[in-house]
Structure formats: C-alpha cells, structure tokens
C-alpha cells in the first residue's frame, strides 16, 4: 500500500533537493540523517485520500515547482511552513481525531469506488483501521504540526 510521510524540518534546508536528504527501503520506511520515531509519521494513501477535501484548505507550497499552492501534492513533496498553516494543520488532524474517537474499533471507512471486470459489478472499497493505531499516528502528526509551528520549523510532506 502506498505510503505518504511527513517529517519536521528546519525551513533553512527545505529546496528543490529535499528529497535527496531522506531515502525509504525495501518496506518503504524513510530513512534520513537525524529522522526520530518522534519527528516522522506515516499514513496510508487511501487514508490521506479520505480526509484530503479538508486537507485542501491548507495554505502550502511546493519546492519542485517554487510555487504556493493548497493542500498537500499528493504524488510529490509540499511543504507547511506558515505559522498560520501549521495551527490550522494542527486544528484539523485534532478534529479528526475527535471524530474518530467516536468510531468503534476496527474503524471501517469508505474508501474509492472500484469495478469488478469479472463479477460486472461495482462497490466501494472498505477501508479498515485499528483505532488506537490510527489515532496514535494522528496524535503524533498532530503534536508535529504544533512543534513545527512553535520552534519555526515545517512540516514536509512526501507524497506517494
């Protein structure tokens, strides 16, 4: 399954080249000079497409391109740096912690609409989560985003 990352950055070393500081092996973990447990996380692509509407409102920019843009370049790297965009990051991924501690455990959401060539039917994908393992993780983005923006650091987010 496809994977996107966010790490804490200092702003002084986000470029063109970020990417080049950080590489993922075989499992497609990340791998980076001074990357904690505490200063990355990972979710899951049809999680991120899940909440990717709210994930549009954020005010962001892309280093490839050296454009500002909105929400986060789903196959590519975009960084949250603004002070005013990382407490709303912040904002967000706490109310979607507050909406799913109110799921029951697994967390069974509805993912993208697919077709079955061979059954000539279509549905939609069944996207199932252990709840403290999904709230933990948006926890720690969470508590990233709010580091970030207290120590004038960013968030970069590598897209799948």
Known sequence: MPKHHFVIENKSQVDGNIHTYYSWDSQGRIHGSGL??????TLEDEFIAYLYDSLQWLDTWNPST????????????????????????????????????????????????CFDEKEQKGCYEKLVYNKVELIDEL??????????????KCIVHFGI
Not at 36 to 41: D, G, L, S
Not at 74 to 81: F, S, Y
Not at 104 to 110: G, K, R
């Open 139 to 152: 926890h720690k983005l969470a508590n990233m985003a709010e580091y970030a923006g207290v120590n004038g």
């Open 36 to 41: 904690t447990t505490e200063n990355h996380t």
């Open 66 to 113: 050296c454009m500002r843009c909105s929400g986060l370049n789903n196959d590519g790297i975009t960084v949250i740096e603004e002070q005013d965009a990382l407490l709303k990051f912040h904002q967000l991924i706490r109310a979607w912690i507050d909406v799913f501690s109110h799921a029951p455990d697994p967390i069974v959401l509805t993912g993208n609409y």
